[in-house]
């Protein structure tokens, strides 16, 4: 397990090493550069060449890729000059990280809870109403845009209804401890329970809109698994030899049917951040995904970086994550 495990980190290493030339790369053929981001509209070229000089685009491409692997591994990005004028990229990440973790969190619970059994049932009675409406919903979510369900969750339980929050992470009138920055979890650790209430009473809707095209596919993958691996030949053979329905369906079955729902729910993971710019902009959550879509809007090549650097690692290492339990669920795996 611990060469498995040493020989797909090295895979990763070299998946970020590639990805850092190509965000390199990237980020100076946008138009107008980090000079004309930093310094604006009414830039001089005496102006111009001062900040060329000190940022060092004036050297050559290899020298300005080691200066930005240095200064990366340093923390250092830059200064944000859209997201938040004047702060360090850093701490703008670090900031809007909570928030958009928290809704992901969220949402792939609500997907796994509900896609993984859903999917299961569907197929154990496969042809039933409970199968074609299960499926019929699928479609849907995945038919239907996030951003549009987003404002027709936001108008129907928030406007119209008055159930649940319009927009924010937490009502602007509690006087909440910050600890974390994760709302809900500040709010447990200092037994303030109605922010912590609160907190999850905001994240709701925006969680539901985010997590139907992650359900849908989770569902869909399961089911499909759950009726191919019920018709193998160790199934058929562990059923003649006496086993009990319950040992079957959950050493056989399920245990097998969980080689592809894992790697479904990791890649799921790593396309949260896409889903979430769409509904942190509805919902108004000051998280990554709105810092993502500012920083486009803005050019702030600063915030991007930082961003989408800290993204590609979340998929990196939620791929690890993936085949590692897919090596603990299956031990053949190890030694390829």
């Not at 111009?48 to 491409?61: F, S």
């Not at 401890?177 to 209430?197: K, P, S």
């Not at 059923?239 to 079955?253: D, E, F, N, S, Y």
């Amino acid at each position: 397990m611990l060469r498995y495990t040493i020989r797909r980190l090295g895979q990763l290493a070299i998946v970020l090493a590639v990805l850092s030339v190509l965000l390199f790369a990237w980020l100076r053929s946008l138009p107008g550069g980090p000079v004309s981001a930093l310094l604006g509209n009414r830039a001089t070229p005496e102006s111009r060449a001062r900040l060329v000089e000190r940022l060092g685009l004036d050297e050559p491409l290899y020298v300005q890729y080691w200066n930005f692997l240095q200064r990366a591994a340093s923390g250092d990005f830059g200064v944000s000059t859209g997201v938040q004028r004047g702060t360090p990229a850093l701490q703008v990440f670090l900031q809007r990280m909570p928030a958009t973790l928290e809704l992901s969190a969220l949402a792939l619970l609500l997907a796994v809870v509900v896609g993984i059994p859903l999917g299961y049932l569907a197929a154990r009675r496969r042809g039933s109403w409970l199968d074609n409406i299960s499926i019929t919903w699928s479609l849907v979510g995945v038919a239907v845009p996030v951003f549009f369900l987003a404002f027709l969750l936001k108008y129907i339980f928030a406007i119209e209804l008055g159930l649940l929050p319009v927009s924010g992470r937490q009502e602007a009138g509690i006087n909440a401890t910050e600890v974390t920055g994760f709302y809900i979890l500040d709010g447990i650790l200092t037994r303030e329970w109605d922010a912590a209430w609160d907190a999850f009473l905001h994240l709701i809707l925006p969680a539901i809109a985010l997590s139907t095209i992650p359900f849908a596919v989770i569902f869909r993958i399961t089911r499909a698994a759950v009726l191919d691996v019920a018709e193998e030949d160790y199934v058929r053979t562990a059923r003649a030899k006496g086993l009990t329905a319950m040992v079957i369906r959950g050493r056989h079955i399920l245990r097998n049917a969980m080689l592809p729902v894992v790697t479904t729910i990791g890649l799921q993971t790593g396309a949260l951040l896409s889903g979430a710019v769409l509904t942190e902009q509805v919902f108004n959550i000051a998280g990554l995904g709105q810092a993502l879509s500012l920083g486009f809007q803005r050019q702030d090549f600063a915030v991007l970086q930082v961003v989408i650097i800290a993204a590609a690692m979340v998929y990196v290492l939620v791929n690890l994550i993936v085949d590692l339990a897919y090596a603990a669920i299956d031990p053949r795996l190890r030694t390829r």
